[in-house]
């Protein structure tokens, strides 16, 4: 069983950087792909970005790309969401989750294992 916990979340004001992280016990993240999703009220949860364990590959929504960097530290178990150039549109809920899954790594519902989620407010 995987544990995952968010921090990092705030208010910051349109333009300005926040960083999320996303600690994991119980197995490392090695055996995993992590990704962070955003759900915002009315809206249904949304893919920004997943790593594969080891780092070896990343994936971004596109409304994210060249903004949002997704990384991981294996030896603190702890995969990382720098986000530059906020926009108030980022503004959400964003969760972290595990899958050990291979394909379909931009759905939620190949994700069995999720932290309780960290809020982010982008204020224009």
């Known amino acids: 069983q995987v544990q995952l916990v968010e921090s990092g979340g705030g208010l910051v004001q349109a333009g300005g950087s926040l960083r999320l992280s996303c600690l994991a016990s119980?197995?490392?993240?090695?055996?995993?792909?992590v990704g962070w999703f955003r759900q915002s009220p009315g809206k249904d949860r949304e893919f920004v970005a997943r790593i594969t364990g080891g780092g070896f590959s990343t994936d971004y929504t596109d409304s994210v790309k060249g903004r949002f960097t997704i990384s991981g530290d294996n030896a603190k178990n702890t995969v990382y969401l720098q986000m530059n150039s906020l926009k108030p549109e980022d503004t959400a809920v964003y969760f972290c989750a595990a899958s050990s899954l291979v394909t379909g790594l931009t759905q939620s519902q190949s994700y069995r294992h999720w932290g309780q989620g960290t809020q982010v407010t982008v204020s224009s």
């Open positions: 119980g197995h490392t993240f090695t055996m995993y792909t």
